[in-house]
């Protein structure tokens, strides 16, 4: 068996890794720290966002990538190497959560969710 990462999974994984290397600084982080205000930048959620790393684990009819656990856990191994100041899981568990398919009582939920958690309408 082969193990190895797909070139489609190994493209994820430099992304991710290259995007939060270059947001995670030990400088910037120390500056996070110390500034006493959120944890996280909303400037780089947003970065992450729109290079399409929230959305990897939302299908593809509502806007995602489609993909699945290994891709979301290579990609959260980077925010953990870079220790990186995003709320990427938490953002992926409320997406996926947020986007499930619907019901009259899920298309409600959803709405609120997108109303509590602007990085969503990334």
Known sequence: MDFS???EQQAIIDLAKRLLG??????????IERSGGPRF????VGEVAKAGLLGIA???AYGGAGLGF???????????????????L???????????P????KRRRRRS???SWPAMRS
Do not use: H
């Not at 270059?22 to 500056?31: I, V």
């Open 41 to 44: 930048r909303p400037r780089a």
């Open 90 to 100: 938490e953002t992926i568990v409320l997406a996926r959560r947020c986007r499930s």
């Open 58 to 60: 939302i299908p593809e």
């Open 70 to 88: 290994l891709e979301v856990a290579a990609i959260i191994e980077q925010v953990g190497r870079t220790t990186a100041a995003v709320p990427l």
């Open 22 to 31: 270059e947001r995670s600084t030990p400088e910037r982080l120390k500056a």
């Open 5 to 7: 990462y797909t070139d």
């Open 113 to 115: 969710c997108r109303a």
């Open 102 to 105: 619907s019901s009259a009582a």
